[in-house]
Each structure stands twice: as structure tokens, then as C-alpha cells.
């Protein structure tokens, strides 16, 4: 009989980890080995080694923190100790925790990251079963072959998404977690992982290139210089635009290297708010992606001023397909390495065009 494979649960607490509080509510409590040890059966399809990383709600994590998880999944991997890596975590910033793994991993393992809606003193916790998915969905021989293909995977209720596509819908229903525009990468039925679609990740390889491919411990160890601090500003009906002249107006931008605007429809501002718009444009990376949080944005219909030809005339980089919150994360990393701008940052955004 073959080994197990071996899989390490890193925690960072969030909903999956929460035990009772002081107050009638729930906070952060477990540890990693307490979430492993909750599933039975877990034993038989994995070895499976237990790391708290953290233990808080997600929306207190921060990029460093994920960076940091994903250089010990490196560590791990290049020195042949694990097979595979499953992450729980909070699903407030489960997507861009993911698509952030997914952005500085090589694929040399299968990654997954999974955690709950429903808090372990609920009926009907979902923690165990899912943790239980993602293990056995980084356990199965197809995943593992293919584990650079996919990039990092979430697996929540017997679906499995990629990072890349990966959204969460609902903040409260249990079936949260969609793929709005590609669809799921598979399923778990009974026993098995049933893989039906591949992601592209046209991106990622034009990433790699643009940052120097870099190992996930360089990303956060002090020796990448560059400003990475972004700015996520909606647009909405009657925008009046305020924020984005006083950007433009102080001259340290508060701090921020780059912005995301979150565009109406296909990629659209009101038109009052275009000159401010370039003058920041000017002056840093400015990134348009649809604030509807699904689908690729227009590049070539709409004309008026505050449109998606006007906005790239002005400067501002469509996000493509990427939601606000990814763009984000993706022009933060691209500042970071100091690769914002030029051919080979352009051809990253080319690529989720």
C-alpha cells in the first residue's frame, strides 16, 4: 500500500475557528490541530500536519500575512516535506486571500483554501465537511498532476473553484462562494474529485515575467522597496467625485502609490469626475475594473466622456475581468516589485483583457 499523501493545514482562524465569547457572540479561538481534529476520518486520506498561523477574524489579516503562509507552503514544498496544502481562513477576504496565493505560488503543490459560513456552535456547522473537501480535493492524484494548471483552488460545499474566479456572493447563505463568469473547476461527489473545467491563467505567466519570479519569500522579506499601498474608490449614482480631487490635490496622495476604481457597467464614471481621474492617471497607476464584481469590462463602444475609450485615452488600465478587489491586490504586488509600469506590467493587464 502506497503512503498517504501529506498535507499541511495552515490556519488563520476566521468563522471555522470561532468558539463562544463573552458577550452572546462568537470570536476566534481554534487552533489548526483543533480543526483537524474535529473531522473524523481524516486520518485515512491524509497525513496531515496541523500549523496555526494566526487566529482572527479575516477581515484583520493583511497582505503580509498572507505572504507569509504562502513563503511556508514554499518552505515546505521545496524541501519535499508536503504533497499538499489546504488554508483555512474567514471567508470575508477569502477571494483575494486566494487569488493572492495564487499570484506567488509556482503551483509546485496543490494548494487549497477553505473555512465556513457557519460557526462551530451552529446547527449544521459546515467547517468539518469542508475542511474535509479541500483535503481530499489537494490529496487527488488528478489535482496533484495538475496543480500548476489549476493554481490555488477554494473548495467550500462539494464545490471547487479557482482562485482566479472565485467570489463571494452572500454574506450570510451557506452556499456563498460562486464562479460568476467561468463556473466551478469541479466538484466533490461521494468519494471522489471530478475536475471539468481549467482556468486561464494567461495572467499569472505574464506576472512571473513582469516581477522577476520571484519565490514567495522575497515577496515580504524586507527587500522589495516599492510603495504598495492602493486606494479602492466606487463610483455610483451622483458620484461627486471629492475623494478622488483631494487625491489628486494633495501631494502625497495620502500615502496611496495607485488606485482601482470600481466602474459602472462596462467601465464607466461620470463625466465630471474625467479630468481629476487623468490628472491622477499622470501621476500613478490608475486601474478601471467593474464594480459588479463579474465579467470582462467594454474597450470599444462607448465614447462619451467618463466611457472606457475616454477613461484609456486618459491613461487609466482596464482590469479586464478582474473585480476591484483583485485588481487591487495585483497592481499592490506589481507596485511592490517596483513593475507598475512599462510593456511588461502592460502585458499582465493585456492578459485579463
Known amino acids: 500500500m502506497t503512503d498517504k499523501p501529506r498535507i499541511a493545514v495552515l490556519a488563520l482562524g476566521g468563522t471555522i475557528a470561532m ?15 483543533d480543526l483537524v481534529a474535529a473531522v473524523a476520518g481524516l486520518d485515512r486520506i491524509a497525513t496531515v500536519t496541523a500549523e496555526t498561523v494566526k487566529v482572527v477574524g479575516s477581515s ?68 468539518p465537511g469542508n475542511l474535509l473537501a479541500a483535503v481530499m480535493t489537494a490529496t487527488d492524484p488528478e489535482v496533484r498532476r495538475r496543480a500548476a494548471e489549476l493554481g490555488v483552488l477554494v473548495t467550500l460545499l462539494d464545490t471547487i473553484h479557482a482562485a482566479i474566479d472565485v467570489a463571494k456572493a452572500s454574506p450570510h447563505r451557506i452556499d456563498a462562494f460562486h464562479s460568476l463568469v467561468a463556473g466551478p473547476v469541479g466538484v466533490l461527489v461521494e468519494d471522489r474529485v471530478r475536475l471539468v473545467g481549467t482556468p486561464n491563467r494567461a495572467h499569472k505567466h505574464a506576472f512571473d515575467a513582469a516581477t522577476g519570479h520571484r519565490r514567495p519569500a522575497a515577496w515580504s522579506d524586507g527587500t522589495l522597496a516599492g510603495p504598495d499601498s492602493v486606494a479602492l474608490l466606487t463610483m455610483g449614482l451622483g458620484e461627486s467625485g471629492g475623494l478622488l480631487a483631494a487625491l489628486a490635490d494633495d501631494p502625497a496622495h495620502f500615502g496611496y502609490a495607485g488606485i482601482v476604481l470600481g466602474g459602472m457597467g462596462g467601465g464607466h464614471t461620470p463625466a465630471w469626475v ?75 493587464w493585456d492578459a485579463l483583457n
Open 274 to 348: 474625467v479630468d481629476d481621474v487623468e490628472r491622477l492617471a499622470r501621476r500613478m497607476p490608475v486601474v478601471l475594473a467593474a464594480r459588479i464584481q463579474s465579467g470582462y469590462l467594454l474597450k470599444a463602444t462607448y465614447e462619451r466622456l467618463g466611457s472606457e475609450m475616454d477613461l484609456a485615452r486618459r491613461g487609466v488600465i482596464s482590469g479586464g475581468r478582474l473585480p476591484p478587489l483583485k485588481a487591487r491586490l495585483l497592481l499592490s504586488l506589481l507596485l511592490r516589485a517596483e513593475a507598475a509600469d512599462g510593456a511588461a506590467a502592460q502585458a499582465v
Open 19 to 33: 468558539v463562544k465569547g463573552d458577550g452572546g457572540g462568537v470570536k476566534p479561538g481554534l487552533t489548526a490541530a
Open 60 to 127: 484583520d489579516l493583511r497582505v503580509d500575512d498572507v505572504l507569509a503562509v504562502a513563503a511556508r507552503i514554499d518552505e515546505l514544498a521545496a524541501a519535499g516535506a508536503i504533497d499538499g496544502a489546504v488554508v483555512t481562513q474567514g471567508t470575508d477576504t477569502m477571494e483575494e486571500s486566494a487569488f493572492l496565493l495564487d499570484l506567488v505560488l509556482d503551483g509546485r503543490v496543490p494548494v487549497v483554501v477553505t473555512g465556513a459560513m457557519r460557526n462551530p456552535l451552529s446547527v449544521s456547522h459546515d467547517g
